[in-house]
């Protein structure tokens, strides 16, 4: 196995670890949101774009909301 295979191999493993993390913490983000809706009636509505994905959540089913 030569340098540059441990270097790409290095690299991956980092960008794995670094994914989970971020993943963990919208996880918990949305969570968040979902408790701040369900248990203290507050509309939320949460856009999390991550590498040019998107990821929504709103406390109402309403297609007009949020506004």
């Known amino acids: 196995m030569d340098i ?3 270097k790409r ?5 980092r960008r794995k670890r670094k994914n ?4 963990r913490r919208k996880d918990t983000l949305i969570k968040k ?3 701040l809706g ?3 009636g ?4 949460l856009i999390i774009c991550k590498y ?8 109402r089913d ?6």
């Open 4 to 6: 540059t295979n441990v």
């Open 9 to 13: 191999n290095d690299e991956g493993k």
């Open 20 to 23: 989970e993390g971020i993943n």
């Open 33 to 35: 949101a979902y408790e």
């Open 38 to 40: 369900e248990f203290d």
């Open 42 to 45: 507050i509309d939320v509505a």
């Open 52 to 59: 040019g994905r998107y990821t929504t959540y709103r406390s």
């Open 62 to 67: 309403h297609a007009s909301w949020p506004p």
